[in-house]
């Protein structure tokens, strides 16, 4: 068996790489985190990050199928094409019916607590994120990807869930907005860096392609510090005084510790998420 048919049968749980979905995740775990009071529906919260989970997921194999016919990341041995024989049409099934999964659970979440007037704020992004991979030059291949990323993540996923769980919009909600915004592009422009001439050759316009690795991975680094600073911020104005100090020292040390090293996206998710974890601990939220 040669070296192209041994990749071709990637195994799914190698493309599926759990730690990624974190960054769908973590907007669900800042909602109570910076929430100023008691959450009036916790559970439509949790079912409604599920949604969440279910369209990035259903955006990651959308993604990997486009990248598959412009002839961007074809040497990536985790694509969802590979687990799909390298049919990226099987793969756009698979992404379409994780999509109308987590379609449907957003809705019977709004359903349920009456709150389907929030379908005006997440459809359009949904189409945004549709739009991404869509079409023979999509979203991601202009350069509009970044800011479609940021949009979604922020005023899509953070804002939305935030009105999901009862709470009014509020100083809290724009900063928590701006906070994964900042994250979600972070962990974007830190997976840019090594596919920058695939990128190149397949016509895609990424930050990286456009800027070049090292102010790729500057900028990464500064948005990551937007998300601590947006997000801190919130935590030590609401927080008792130790808590306030103990998550305004961290925050210092999350910054130096993607500052001294290597940026990447596991490096930027695990700092992210001891963040949030850390976060949720000393305010007792």
């Known amino acids: 068996m040669d070296s192209e048919a041994a990749r071709s049968d990637t195994d799914w749980r190698h493309a599926l790489n759990p730690p990624i979905y974190l960054v769908s995740v973590l907007p669900g775990l800042g909602v109570p985190l910076l929430a100023p009071g008691p959450l009036q529906h916790w559970f439509g919260l949790v079912l409604a990050t599920l949604a969440v989970v279910l ?38 099934l698979h992404g379409g019916l994780s999509l109308l999964a987590g379609g449907l659970l957003g809705l019977a979440v709004l359903w349920q607590q009456d709150q389907l007037w929030i379908l005006s704020i997440a459809l359009p992004m949904v189409a945004l994120g549709y739009l991404y991979n869509a079409g023979t030059r ?28 009862g709470l009014d ?9 701006t906070a994964f915004a900042a994250l979600a592009v ?7 860096p090594p596919q920058i001439e695939t990128d190149r ?13 090292a102010r790729t991975i500057l900028v990464a680094r500064l948005l990551f510090a937007v998300f601590v600073a947006s997000s801190g911020i919130v935590l030590v104005f609401s927080a008792p005084w130790i808590a306030a100090l103990t998550i305004f020292l961290v925050a210092l040390l999350l910054i130096a510790y993607l500052a001294g090293g290597v940026v990447d996206p596991k490096r930027v998710l695990l700092a ?14």
């Open 55 to 92: 369209v990035q997921h259903a955006i990651n194999l959308f993604n990997d199928a486009a990248d598959w016919r412009l002839g961007a990341d074809v040497e990536k041995f985790d694509s969802w094409v590979r687990v799909h024989g390298q049919r990226p049409d099987r793969a756009v």
């Open 186 to 192: 972070a962990l974007l422009l830190s997976h840019q």
């Open 272 to 285: 992210a998420s001891g963040f949030v974890a850390l976060g949720l601990l000393v305010s007792g939220a």
């Open 169 to 177: 919009p509020d100083a809290a909600m724009l900063a928590g907005m």
């Open 138 to 165: 999509p979203l991601s291949y202009t350069h509009l990807g970044e800011w479609v990323t940021g949009f979604c993540y922020g005023p899509g996923v953070f804002g939305c869930l935030w009105l999901v769980a």
């Open 201 to 213: 050759q397949a016509g895609k316009l990424s930050f990286a392609v456009r800027f070049g690795a």
